[in-house]
């Protein structure tokens, strides 16, 4: 979030503290989530460490407690994207699919960047994801 759109949600925020209308509580709702992390965020961002490090057990299971906690939408497709990775790595091709499925279930826009699309286990498969919708 840029400064100046920080400081405007900060102003609007204050503006609204003694209104308490229907309309005003789910803005000031909406408002309060920008400002909170999802609760799967630290387990995603320990679950990409992991992967990271080589720890694909551990890996998928803090991806898979992220998503389980809660994440947003391009995180959940953050998540799913990895545990496709690791199904790949360990030939369980069908969980594969089903982790890349996910995620363009989430986002249908969603692309691998150019070095993991040459990847030469995950990238026919999620190519063959893609091109089935």
């Known amino acids: 979030m840029t400064l100046f759109r920080l400081m405007l949600t900060a102003a ?7 209104c308490e209308s229907a309309p005003v509580r789910e803005v000031k709702a909406q408002i309060s989530s920008l400002f909170q992390a999802n609760e799967g965020d630290a387990d995603l961002k ?4 992991a992967y990271e490090n080589g720890s694909y057990n551990e890996s998928a299971r803090r991806l898979q407690s992220a998503l389980d906690a809660g994440l947003g939408d391009s995180n959940q497709v953050r998540a799913h994207k990895y545990l496709a990775f690791i199904h790949c790595q360990a030939g369980r091709e069908r969980q594969c699919r089903d982790e890349f499925r996910a995620a363009l279930d989430i986002d249908p826009s969603f692309e ?5 699309a040459g990847h030469p286990i995950w990238g026919p498969v999620f190519r063959s994801e893609k091109a089935r919708r």
Request: glycine share 24%; aromatic share 0%.
């Open 12 to 18: 609007l925020a204050a503006g609204l503290a003694g």
């Open 46 to 49: 320990a679950g990409i460490g």
């Open 112 to 116: 691998l960047a150019a070095s993991e």
